[in-house]
Every structure is written in structure tokens, then in C-alpha cells.
């Protein structure tokens, strides 16, 4: 299998931009996971302004929203969100 590339949208790069080191290191992990597993299913899907249904994986204390290009071999993250308590 080709190597996938994860691609971050604007607004995922700014969150991720904004995180301290550890806690940058902590989702970049997070990246790599889904890297290693392009076919990997979310917790639940949304669709994007173009219909797009978009992927929602919560890991750790993160929604991860993204979509696959397996045509393209990319992962696009298009946001980033640290869930609440």
C-alpha cells in the first residue's frame, strides 16, 4: 500500500500552531495514528458546506474532523477541537 500524506487544513494548522510542545507532540501522535490507518472509520461523520461527509474521530481529549483522498493518498484535517468538559 502507498503511503498516505495527512494534509491540515488552515484552521486545524492554526489550532495545532497554537498548542504548547508537549501537547503539539500529544496530537501530532494523534496524526500518526490516523497516517498508519487511512481507512480508519470515525465515531461519527459529518457533512461539509459541499456535502462532503466528513469523519469525526474523538481520541484522547481531540475531534479530529477529516476526510480521505485515496486517490491522492492524503488525509485532510480540516479542524482540530480539544472536547470540554
Known amino acids: 500500500m502507498q503511503a498516505y500524506e495527512v494534509v491540515l487544513h488552515e484552521r486545524a494548522w492554526e489550532v ?3 498548542l504548547g510542545a ?3 507532540r500529544r496530537l501530532l501522535g494523534v496524526l500518526e495514528r490516523l497516517k498508519a ?3 480508519h472509520v ?8 459541499t456535502g462532503r461527509p ?6 484522547e481529549e481531540w475531534l479530529v474532523t ?3 483522498d485515496h486517490a491522492g493518498h492524503e488525509i485532510r484535517v480540516v ?3 480539544r472536547v470540554e468538559d
Open 22 to 24: 508537549t501537547e503539539r
Open 42 to 49: 470515525g465515531d461519527f461523520r459529518e457533512r461539509d458546506q
Open 79 to 81: 479542524n482540530l477541537e
Open 54 to 59: 466528513n469523519e469525526v474521530w474523538l481520541v
Open 66 to 68: 477529516y476526510w480521505t
Open 37 to 39: 490507518d487511512p481507512f
Open 16 to 18: 495545532l500552531a497554537s
